[in-house]
């Protein structure tokens, strides 16, 4: 039996495109998650103004730079998703047999999202 370079190279871009999945899904975890907290201490700080309560006390204190910090984060790891993915749908247009890959890859990137969004909280 004999392995042709058409299937070294057909191999070799469904393992990047299963493999990419495991990173795409992480970085799209981190996105959601953080871009979820900045709209989530957005609407803490738009809501109390930071103001102290009747007791005295900042239950609903904000803190502007983790709120910066956090929707930096979740876009910076949203840009760097969009180009693994942008770069995994390359490689999976050079296969002859698209429609298996795209379904095991988008059904593991969700999956990995999830996991990873769960690891990380």
Do not use: C
């Amino acid at each position: 039996m004999k392995i042709t370079e058409k299937e070294i190279k057909e191999t070799e871009f469904k393992t990047y495109a299963y493999l990419s999945t495991l990173v795409s899904g992480f970085f799209g975890a981190l996105a959601l998650l953080n871009i979820g907290s900045f709209i989530f201490s957005l609407n803490e700080y738009l809501t109390y103004h930071n103001d102290p309560d009747d007791h005295g006390e900042k239950l609903h204190y904000v803190d502007l730079s983790e709120m910066w910090i956090s929707v930096i984060v979740g876009i910076v790891s949203a840009v760097i998703m969009i180009f693994i993915v942008a770069y995994r749908i390359r490689k999976i247009k050079k296969l002859e047999k698209k429609l298996p890959v795209v379904i095991f890859s988008v059904l593991t990137e969700i999956f990995f999202i999830v996991v990873w969004g769960y690891i990380i909280i």
